[in-house]
Structures are given as structure tokens and as C-alpha cells.
T-cell receptor, first 116, second 114 residues
Framework: AQSVAQPEDQVNVAEGNPLTVKCTYS??????LFWYVQYPNRGLQFLLK??????LVKGSYGFEAEFNKSQTSFHLKKPSALVSDSALYFC??????????????FGTGTLLAVQP | DSGVTQTPKHLITATGQRVTLRCSPR?????VYWYQQSLDQGLQFLIQ???????AKGNILERFSAQQFPDLHSELNLSSLELGDSALYFC?????????????FGDGTRLSIL
């Protein structure tokens, strides 16, 4: 069965400092991995994805994520946090194998709070 | 703006009633997905349609049904509503059916059951 874990409900970081939001996954075979961000009263916005190739993926708004197969992790990172980055972040995973039961599984979300 | 439009934004109704939520996907997208977001269950996949055909099914209750029309818009029908159905319902769309494509989300319909 597919699953994804975001071990931290909330991450606090000071503006200008680097940030990391953690994600680990469990899926059969190689996964498709995604990060989404949700601002209050809005839908989820796509940030970046890992499909294949380079383990370091760059996405929107200066975010990047590193795929680590041995640790089954896909942590989201940014070198310098902004107050405007404060939002709810979701990691999602999907198996490469298709089928009627294959679906995108979302983590429970991590609230990122960036203090000025 | 994701290009995905959901109506209505808010819906308040009573237990036992039936409602219809509507979604217009991003221009050019053939796949439509429905999700339910609640505090206790998180974000749960309900169902996917691709070019009018049901493609994948998740944790969708039998009281819920969906369809995608020839113009690619989709409707989610919720019947015999219960208090526990109160949630945010999101529609998302993607170009194709492959799992490697990002999904683009609407801003959701907030359903409140009184």
C-alpha cells in the first residue's frame, strides 16, 4: 500500500534562514513525488515534482526538493525563507503502476510559519 | 489562478438533503479529480474521470456520485447528507491520465451541513 508521512505538524523558521519540510514515503517500485502548497481559503498549488533523473528538483518560488531513494525521503527545502512562504505544505506520492486503484496519496500537511 | 473553476464557493444545507458541486477544468485538461478535505481525514481522493470515463476510484461513499460531461466539466453529487460530510471539496484537473503530471486545483466548495 502507498503511504506518505510528514512527521512535523508545524515548522517554525526565522525569515532569511534556510527551511526544510520533511516527507517520507512508502510505495511499490519507483514513485512519482510531488510538493504542493495551500494558502488560506485557496486550493493546492503545485510546487515541484520528481519523476526521474537528477535527485535534486527545483521548483516554483525558490523551493527545491531532494529525492533520496535509500531513505525513501523527499524533503522540501529553501535556502532563505520569506514571511510570504508561510502556508500549509503537502507532500504527495503515486506509484508508477497504473490501474483503477492507483491514486495520488497526500500527506497530512506541515504548517510552515516564518517569523519576521 | 489555476484555471480550475468550482461553484458554488460555499454551500449550507441540512442533513438528508442532496447537493451538486460543479467543476470546470483548466482549458485543455482532460482529467478531473475530486477530493475531500477535512480536519480529521485530511485530503482524501474520491474519484477521477478522464475524457468522460471513470478512471480511478478512491474513498468515495455510495451516497456520492460524479460524472464528467462531453464539454469536460464535472459534477459531484452528494445525497442523504450527514453531519460528517461537512468538508472542503476540491476539484483538480490535469492534461492526461498519467500519474507523472501535476494536478491543478480549484479553490474548493465549502460544504456545511446543519
Amino acid at each position: 500500500a502507498q503511504s506518505v508521512a510528514q512527521p512535523e505538524d508545524q515548522v517554525n523558521v526565522a525569515e532569511g534562514n534556510p527551511l526544510t519540510v520533511k516527507c517520507t514515503y512508502s510505495v511499490s517500485g519507483n514513485p512519482y513525488l510531488f510538493w504542493y502548497v495551500q494558502y488560506p481559503n485557496r486550493g493546492l498549488q503545485f510546487l515541484l515534482k520528481y519523476i526521474t533523473g537528477d535527485n535534486l528538483v527545483k521548483g516554483s518560488y525558490g523551493f527545491e526538493a531532494e529525492f533520496n531513494k535509500s531513505q525513501t525521503s523527499f524533503h522540501l527545502k529553501k535556502p532563505s525563507a520569506l514571511v510570504s512562504d508561510s502556508a500549509l505544505y503537502f507532500c504527495a506520492v503515486r506509484s508508477r503502476y497504473g490501474g483503477a486503484t492507483n491514486k495520488l496519496i497526500f500527506g497530512t500537511g506541515t504548517l510552515l510559519a516564518v517569523q519576521p | 489562478d489555476s484555471g480550475v473553476t468550482q461553484t458554488p464557493k460555499h454551500l449550507i444545507t441540512a442533513t438528508g438533503q442532496r447537493v451538486t458541486l460543479r467543476c470546470s477544468p483548466r482549458s485543455g485538461d482532460l482529467s478531473v479529480y475530486w477530493y475531500q478535505q477535512s480536519l480529521d481525514q485530511g485530503l482524501q481522493f474520491l474519484i477521477q474521470y478522464y475524457n468522460g470515463e471513470e478512471r480511478a476510484k478512491g474513498n468515495i461513499l455510495e451516497r456520492f456520485s460524479a460524472q464528467q460531461f462531453p464539454d469536460l466539466h464535472s459534477e459531484l453529487n452528494l445525497s442523504s447528507l450527514e453531519l460528517g460530510d461537512s468538508a472542503l471539496y476540491f476539484c483538480a484537473s490535469s492534461v492526461g491520465v498519467d500519474g507523472n503530471q501535476p494536478q491543478h486545483f480549484g479553490d474548493g466548495t465549502r460544504l456545511s451541513i446543519l
